[in-house]
C-alpha cells in the first residue's frame, strides 16, 4: 500500500511559531525524507467558513498568506500537492455520504468538537457546517487515501472519528477506503505551544502570536514581554521554570549548540534551568538568549517569504495546479466510493442488462 499524508490549515490568518513546531517543521522533515509515496497540505477554506460565513474575506484574504508560510518554511511544490480545499467539490459529495454513518449523539460526545464550541461561545447557536467538521475531515483523509496524519494531540478525537467512519463504510459496503493512522509531534512542548501571555492557547484573537512573519524587532519585542515566573522578581530569588513560558519555549527550540553559540557558561537547557531554580539569574538574560535561539530559526523562514512575497501570481498558479491533481485524485476515491454504495447507476452495466431483461422478458 502506498504511503501517503494528508493535513493542513484553516486560512483564518497568518500562521505562527505554534503552528512551525507542532507540525509545518514536521511536514517539511517528512516531505524530504523519501519515505512517502505522496504528499497533499491543505488549505482548509471550506472548513474554515463554517465559523466565518459572515466573513469571507478573511478567508479570501489569508489563502496566500498560509501558502506564502508553507513555501517560506520549505514546504516544496515539486514534491508536495499544496492545494485549496473548496476546489475539491468531491470532498463535499463525500462528506454527504458519510453524514449517514455518524449519529448527532457521537459528534456530541467528540471532546475536540466540545472544546472547540465551549472557546467559540456557539452553545446552542453552533452551525452545523462547524458541528459536522469531523465528518468533513473524514472526508478530506479518505479522499486521497492517506495513511498518516500529522496532527496535534488535541486533533487525535478527530482522527479517531475518522477510523470509525472507515471501518463502518468498509463493514456496510465493503472494503473500500484506507484507515489512516496519526502521528503527534514527538516533543511533548511542540504539541500545543503557549501564548506568549502564558495563556494556554497561542490564539490570533488573543492578540499572543509570534508569527512566521513577524519582523526581527517585532520578534524581539514580543519575546522580551513574555510572561515568565511573576513571583520572581528580584534576580536573586529562585524562579520557577514550570509554566514560565520563556522556559516551554526553550523545550520546544532549543538545542545544545545553541549555548555554545549565545551562552556558553552553560552547557545546556538544564544547566539553565538549574540556575534559575536556585535564583540569581534574571529574566532579561533568559529571554535575550531565546530571542536569539528563535531569530536564529525564523530569520530565514523570513527571508525565504519575503523573496516568496514577489511572486504572488505564481504561488496562485501551483495552488492552481495544486487544486487539480487534488481534484483529479479526490475523483477516483469517490468513484469507487460511487460504485461500492452501487449508486453509480450508469457505470453498472449489470444493472442495465438486468433492468433490461426484466422488462424485456
Known amino acids: 500500500m502506498a504511503k501517503i499524508i494528508l493535513t493542513g490549515d484553516r486560512p483564518t490568518g497568518r500562521l505562527h511559531v505554534g503552528h512551525y513546531v507542532g507540525s509545518l517543521k514536521r511536514r517539511v522533515e517528512l516531505q524530504n525524507s523519501g519515505a512517502f509515496d505522496k504528499i497533499f497540505i491543505m488549505i482548509a477554506d471550506a472548513q474554515a467558513l463554517t465559523d466565518n ?132 509531534p514527538e516533543n511533548v512542548t511542540c504539541q500545543r505551544l503557549p501564548g506568549t501571555d502564558g495563556k494556554a492557547k497561542m490564539s490570533k484573537s488573543l492578540g499572543n502570536c509570534i508569527y512566521l512573519a513577524d519582523t526581527a524587532e517585532e520578534l524581539k519585542q514580543k519575546v522580551m514581554s513574555m510572561y515568565t515566573d511573576p513571583n520572581h522578581i528580584r534576580v536573586s530569588d529562585p524562579g520557577c521554570v514550570e509554566g514560565n513560558t520563556v522556559f516551554t519555549y526553550l523545550d520546544a527550540f532549543c538545542k545544545d549548540e545553541h549555548f555554545k553559540k549565545y551562552l556558553s557558561e552553560y552547557e545546556n537547557l538544564d544547566a539553565l534551568k538549574e540556575h534559575y531554580q536556585k535564583g540569581g539569574l534574571g529574566d532579561v538574560k533568559i529571554k535575550r538568549f531565546l530571542n536569539a535561539v528563535l531569530e536564529e530559526e525564523l530569520a530565514p523562514i523570513r527571508e525565504r517569504r519575503l523573496a516568496w512575497g514577489k511572486r504572488i501570481p505564481e504561488i496562485y498558479e501551483l495552488l492552481r495546479k495544486g487544486s487539480m491533481e487534488a481534484q483529479a485524485t479526490a475523483a477516483q476515491t469517490l468513484a469507487d466510493v460511487r460504485r461500492a454504495m452501487r449508486i453509480n447507476y450508469f457505470e453498472d452495466a449489470a444493472l442495465i442488462k438486468e433492468q433490461t431483461e426484466r422488462y424485456q422478458g
Do not use: H, W
Open 53 to 184: 460565513a459572515d466573513n469571507p474575506e478573511k478567508i479570501r484574504q489569508n489563502i496566500i498568506e498560509v501558502a506564502l508560510d508553507y513555501l517560506a518554511c520549505g514546504l516544496d511544490p515539486e514534491k508536495t500537492t499544496i492545494f485549496i480545499q473548496s476546489q475539491v467539490p468531491e470532498l463535499t459529495e463525500l462528506s454527504f455520504y458519510y453524514m449517514n454513518l455518524v449519529t448527532v449523539s457521537r459528534l456530541q460526545r467528540n471532546p475536540t468538537v466540545k472544546n472547540e464550541i465551549q472557546m467559540r461561545n456557539f452553545e446552542t447557536s453552533i452551525p452545523v457546517g462547524f458541528f459536522t467538521y469531523p465528518i468533513s475531515q473524514a472526508a478530506d483523509i479518505t479522499a486521497f487515501r492517506a495513511t498518516t496524519v500529522p496532527v496535534g494531540e488535541d486533533q487525535l478525537p478527530m482522527i479517531e472519528q475518522a477510523r470509525e467512519i472507515v471501518r463502518k463504510f468498509n463493514q456496510v459496503y465493503g472494503e473500500t477506503l484506507v484507515e489512516p493512522e496519526a502521528v503527534i
